[in-house]
């Protein structure tokens, strides 16, 4: 008579992990979201997995993209397209990455960290974490209240403290299901797309010359100061906080938990993070579009600051709506960023800590690690200081992504955690190309912003 070994008790780890997983990620809404069957046509299936990639692509349009896409497009005209359509490819294989981890271990990027790491290693990953989503979240609050005062005429230092009160509108959405956050906002999103259509076409851009700005130029790595504009498009436009949400909210599709249920899973939300990542691409492509037709070509190569952007469209495009439009955008990109930057925070907390706090605890926590110095720096500096803080805040989310994207290729990469659905050699290969180019590219970032 054979006899079988004993079965691993219930919160054994499984192989390839140090710990077993306890409780879901983002578990009020974990697998909520009904999927079709793997018989249903296409059409329902996309949309059933359409959603998590437009709350990824909010990361790659958000206040802190502006600044430099700004000043790549009003010092060399079209010739950064070709970094933003860079960056973009990079973002679209990290993504699918992020998704993927998510969906075959059913830990998010934070949890797998803990899970894997030594408790020491785990704890510095997250304190890194904690600083660049309050980083990020500077950005939004810095972006609103400038929206705020180009279109009400709201003093700055007002425009920060109100940022607080979108504690009680994220706490109202989320109350009403994980739809509707993803529908307002692919909504804010549509605005966004608009506002910046209507740039373009009032901007009128040699469509020449911008198709020549797809190609890349020897002259954007052998120029250094076109170089370090260059990083700094990629350092803002690939977000780390974006690789622990992903990673998270795939997990509220209720996929059936077979090799097959997992592969539909992936291809789906593959689709859904690209295109929406197309959406993002339009609207950093087209600030820079914008900036280099409006201002490059006019002499003003200077532009860098949103407030002075915001002066100069009008009287330069001869359109009146075109500076409302632009603060608009800006105002609907601020928000948006603020509604996801508050589930990366509640994932990164729970996933590293296993720390669950009230939503509206962790939420004022890390508004409050915002509101603080950007308060401080506008009472005490104005429009200039709010505009290098902006930068700043770019510069720290530079730092922190090396932190992000090295696990994320490592675990992906490993047959003991992904079984099957291990990267295959071609896509590890390419992944740690871009996770060395990201990693070379901003330690020379952060080299030249203190250093150079």
């Given amino acids: 008579m ?8 219930q919160d054994a780890p499984p192989a390839g992990w140090r710990r077993a997983r306890r409780v879901p990620s983002l578990v009020e809404v ?4 009904k999927v079709p069957p793997a018989s249903a046509s296409f059409w329902r299936k996309l949309l059933a997995f359409w959603g998590p990639g437009l709350m990824v692509a909010v990361g790659y349009m958000d206040p802190g993209n502006w600044a430099t896409d700004l000043a790549g497009g009003s010092r060399y005209g079209y ?23 998510g969906i075959v271990t059913g830990r998010d990027l934070a949890q797998a960290c803990r899970d894997h790491y030594s408790k020491p290693v785990a704890m510095v990953l997250w304190v890194f974490c904690e600083i660049a989503i309050a980083a990020c979240d500077l950005a939004e609050v810095i972006g609103s209240a400038i929206a ?21 509108v994220v706490l109202m959405l989320q109350s009403r299901g994980f739809r509707v956050l993803e529908s307002i906002i692919g909504g804010l999103i549509v605005l966004i797309f608009g506002c910046f259509v209507y740039e373009i076409i009032v901007s009128h851009p040699d469509y020449f010359a911008l198709i020549q700005g797809l190609v890349p130029r020897p002259e954007i790595v052998t120029n250094p100061q076109m170089l370090y504009v260059a990083i700094g498009i990629l350092g803002a436009t690939v977000m780390p906080h974006n690789l622990y949400l992903h990673s998270s909210i795939v997990q509220t599709r209720a996929i059936e938990q077979t090799d097959e249920g997992k592969r539909m899973a992936i291809k789906f939300s593959t689709i859904d993070s690209t295109l929406a990542l197309f959406l993002a691409f339009f609207v950093n492509a087209a600030i820079l579009i914008m900036a280099a037709a409006a201002f490059h070509s ?3 190569q200077n532009v860098a600051d949103i407030n002075e952007a ?4 009008a009287p330069v495009l001869g359109a009146g709506a075109a500076s409302i439009v632009f603060a608009v955008a800006l105002l609907a990109s601020g928000q948006n960023s603020t509604l996801t930057g508050t589930l990366a925070g509640q994932i990164v907390m729970e996933g590293f800590l296993d720390l669950r706090l009230k939503p509206w605890m962790r939420r004022l926590i890390t508004r409050s690690i915002a509101v603080v110095p950007a308060l401080v720096v506008t009472l005490m500096y104005g429009e200039k200081g709010t505009g290098e803080l902006l930068v700043l805040s770019q510069v720290i989310l530079s730092f922190q992504l090396s932190f992000a994207v090295i696990p994320l290729v490592l675990f992906t990469g490993s047959k003991a955690k992904m079984g ?7 896509v590890q290969i390419t992944a740690w190309i871009v996770s060395g180019i990201i990693v070379l590219l901003n330690v020379y970032l952060l080299v030249q912003t203190f250093w150079g």
């Fill in 2 to 9: 054979t006899t079988l070994p004993p079965a691993p008790p």
């Fill in 30 to 33: 974990f697998a909520t979201i």
């Fill in 310 to 313: 915001h002066k100069l469209l």
């Fill in 79 to 101: 010739t950064l397209l070709s970094v933003i359509l860079i960056s973009n490819l990079f973002a679209m294989l990290l993504q699918h990455l992020a998704a993927k981890l």
């Fill in 148 to 168: 705020l005062n180009l279109l009400f005429g709201l003093p700055l230092a007002w425009g920060v403290v109100l940022t607080i009160l979108d504690v009680l």
């Fill in 298 to 300: 006019s002499g003003r």
């Fill in 420 to 426: 099957i659905f291990v990267n295959r050699p071609m």
